[in-house]
């Protein structure tokens, strides 16, 4: 919960907060419901909006909460149709999110700290060190803001291909009872600024509200968490929000090389890792994501192949090959087209659920891993 002057903000609390929010005031259960949905499904700025509360409550509420808002300071948008939105967080902080339009089926890839502590060698943003963790408020203020751009300018949708589907739409195509435009946000993935998993106690509420039915209605299989390996978290996000998807960020397979471009592993190492992945509450025929980058001459071998089927073989899985993207400050190549192919061919021919991750957004460094949020001074 976030608090300014000590005012509670209101777009960081799940229902439930805001019930008790109200019931500490002495106010019906009901209001809550109707605050919820004029925040989240009308994207009301201020109390004011709320034509069906009492002038009254209203009045009582702009005294002791607020209705906090995010406006990015820029958007840059990519060839391929890929937008990046850059949010000034107000105390010299900067987030990115990314909006991936794929088939009609709008993504948002968005962050859950400003830097990360994570330091994984081949990622941008792992060379911004962690500042803080964004609140749950900022969390979804940034789902909120990409929607109200959408409305005002419906993004331009890239020839269909399908790259990248398998991560970004982890369902089938069962109408899920929802009419959508090209303006709709269909998927939530977790995998901007910082480790999602390295701030729980922000990130879980957040999530309620995305696929709360009177907040963001979103579907939990179209949500979408991704980490490096922080095993005892994984186990609380089975807990406590097991609808959701998981990704694992392995991106290796011997412990060796997982520890150099990883340092999470020399903490939580493969096999440990792999244990909680086994362990995690999969509903229905759902699978745990296995996000690989592929980083030339260093993990694209075929016996990298072999050793990663064996790894994963007894998860439900499918893999995600995403071939590095090379960066100013960084050493790592990418890997050529033929080990990428034969990697990809392998794994296809025995029968694992494979996608190979077109870059989308290089143009304007918003592919995976290169996410560094930079604030314009002056």
């Not at 009254?56 to 939105?85: H, M, Q, W």
């Not at 709008?106 to 060698?121: D, F, K, P, V, Y």
């Not at 949708?157 to 009419?179: K, N, Q, V, W």
């Not at 939990?220 to 990704?247: Q, W």
Request: charged letters at 25%; hydrophobic letters at 35%; one cysteine or more.
């Amino acid at each position: 919960m976030t608090t300014v002057n000590a005012k509670t903000d209101l777009k960081g609390l799940t229902l439930p907060d805001l019930e008790r929010f109200l019931q500490g005031k002495g106010k019906e259960r009901f209001r809550a419901t109707q605050i919820f949905k004029w925040i989240f499904q009308q994207d009301a700025h201020s109390f004011e909006e709320m034509t069906n509360i009492s002038k009254a409550l209203r009045l009582e509420l702009a005294e002791t909460a607020f209705i906090s808002n995010l406006e990015p300071e820029a958007v840059e948008e990519g060839s391929d149709g890929t937008r990046k939105y850059l949010f000034n967080l107000g105390d010299g902080n900067g987030v990115e999110s990314v909006l991936i339009p794929i088939e009609g089926r709008n993504t948002l890839c968005i962050s859950s700290q400003a830097g990360c502590a994570m330091a994984c060698e081949f990622c941008l943003t792992g060379t911004f060190k962690l500042t803080r963790n964004l609140t749950t408020a900022e969390i979804v203020n940034q789902i909120m803001a990409v929607k109200r751009d959408l409305l005002k300018n419906p993004p331009t949708l890239p020839a269909s291909g399908g790259e990248g589907r398998e991560i970004f739409d982890d369902s089938d195509d069962t109408d899920d009872g929802l009419s959508h435009s090209p303006a709709d946000i269909r998927n939530i993935v977790m995998m901007g600024m910082g480790e999602p998993l390295h701030n729980l106690d922000n990130v879980i509420p957040a999530i309620k509200i995305m696929i709360d039915g009177n907040g963001l209605q979103l579907s939990n299989r179209r949500v979408t968490v991704s980490t490096c390996g922080l095993v005892p978290e994984m186990e609380r996000l089975g807990r406590e929000l097991p609808n959701v998807n998981l990704a694992v960020s392995l991106n290796a397979t011997t412990d060796e090389l997982r520890d150099r471009i990883m340092p999470v592993n020399r903490k939580y190492p493969i096999r440990e890792l792999l244990r909680a992945c086994k362990a995690f509450p999969l509903p229905g025929r759902r699978k745990v994501t296995f996000e690989y980058v592929m980083l030339g001459g260093l993990n694209d071998t075929l016996e990298d192949a072999k050793r990663l089927l064996r790894l994963i073989s007894d998860i439900p899985n499918k893999v995600n090959l995403i071939p590095f993207n090379e960066h100013e400050g960084c050493d790592f190549k990418a890997p050529t087209r033929a080990a990428v192919d034969a990697f990809h061919k392998y794994l296809i021919d025995r029968n694992v659920t494979v996608i190979t991750r077109d870059s989308r957004g290089g143009d304007i460094s918003a592919a995976c891993g290169q996410l560094k949020g930079k604030l314009r001074k002056g």
